[in-house]
């Protein structure tokens, strides 16, 4: 009797213990575009591959559309715990104090797909992510958006007609710069608000990859659109240092088999989203969509690649001079 009162007592005892071993782990990923883009839907496919992968001891909570947290507050939640994970657009590490990201922001940086994975699957793109370590975030992947191109209520086909108006941007000091090499008056806006900014006339026009524009309906703000495909926008997946590393060495390299294998669905998804993204922009009627001419589109790297030697001491010259040598671009030779 004894002994059946001592299991007893010790199965009570231990009984909260492996109640609450048994409760998920809960990531909470943040993003602030649409559920529909690629990103978002790479978001959720990692929340899905994550539950698999660790049979379910992990809960991967996705909140989009700025739901839980604004374009401005999430890397701040983050560096304080009150969300794990996020996928911020590379613009946002230079605010952040990493300014070598800034690199990506370079207009015509990259001319392709394939140059770009020269960088972001390389020891380039790995050294990058390490720098974020010590202001308390573990990078873990890049994940492609896709390349940017110009919109506004007037037409677009040389870079004088982008001269005087008010063009929204990422808080970024590259991007300021390109955008006043065009003379145009670069205005920072949160990307949940920036639908408003232009219904209203905050803002005259601005750049974004084909699914943003389309999926936040930018595009029946914005009559005229031109494939300058001038810029590249990407993401980063990142999660709060401490908790990562605070994880049991199995769940974390479960998470991260994972991220490897969503990080492939998020880069092949990318160019057709985009794709599929114009398509529905040209059948809405409501944006004329252009496409710049060889020679039209040499005027606009002419006048944007100036940007590079300008943010050469704000980057690094050494930074700049490696993604030079991975993607073999001269910007001698135009």
Do not use: C
């Not at 994550?50 to 401005?72: C, F, H, I, Q, W």
């Not at 990058?128 to 677009?156: C, H, Q, R």
């Not at 005259?204 to 029946?220: A, C, F, R, V, W």
């Amino acid at each position: 009797m004894k002994l059946r009162k001592l299991i007893l007592s010790i199965t009570i005892a231990i009984l909260p213990f492996a109640v609450a071993a048994q409760q998920p782990i809960v990531i909470k990923f943040s993003h602030v575009v649409a559920v529909d883009t690629p990103k978002g839907k790479a978001a959720d496919f990692f929340a899905k591959k994550a539950a698999d992968m660790t049979k379910g001891r992990v809960k991967v909570e996705v909140y989009p559309n700025s739901s839980l947290y604004k374009d401005k507050e999430e890397m701040e939640a983050l560096q304080l715990g009150a969300v794990q994970m996020l996928a911020p657009s590379l613009a946002k590490f230079g605010p952040l104090g990493v300014k070598e990201f800034e690199v990506f922001d370079l207009p015509f940086i990259f001319d392709s797909y394939d140059s770009l994975r020269k960088v972001t699957l390389g020891p380039l793109g790995k050294q990058l992510l390490g720098k974020l370590e010590a202001k308390g975030v573990k990078g873990l992947a890049y994940w492609d958006n896709g390349f940017k191109s110009f919109s506004a209520n007037t037409p677009i086909k040389m870079p004088a007609d982008l001269k005087g108006k008010k063009m929204r941007i990422q808080s970024s000091k590259v991007l300021e710069e390109q955008m006043r090499a065009l003379g145009s008056l670069p205005q920072v806006i949160g990307f949940g608000e920036v639908y408003q900014a232009l219904q209203t006339g905050v803002v005259d026009g601005t750049e974004n990859p084909i699914s943003n524009l389309y999926t936040q309906k930018m595009h029946e703000v914005q009559k005229y659109l031109t494939l300058t495909e001038h810029g590249y926008l990407g993401y980063a997946v990142i999660v709060n240092k401490k908790f990562w590393e605070g994880l049991p060495p199995d769940i974390r390299k479960q998470l991260e088999d994972a991220m490897e294998q969503s990080t492939r669905y998020a880069n092949q998804i990318a160019k057709v989203e985009n794709d599929l993204a114009l398509e529905g922009v040209k059948k809405s009627g409501k944006t004329q969509v252009y496409v710049p001419t060889r020679e039209e589109r040499l005027a606009f790297k002419k006048a944007l690649v100036p940007v590079h030697q300008k943010m050469e001491s704000r980057i690094g010259k050494d930074t700049l001079k490696e993604i030079y040598k991975e993607t073999g671009f001269d910007p001698n030779k135009l």
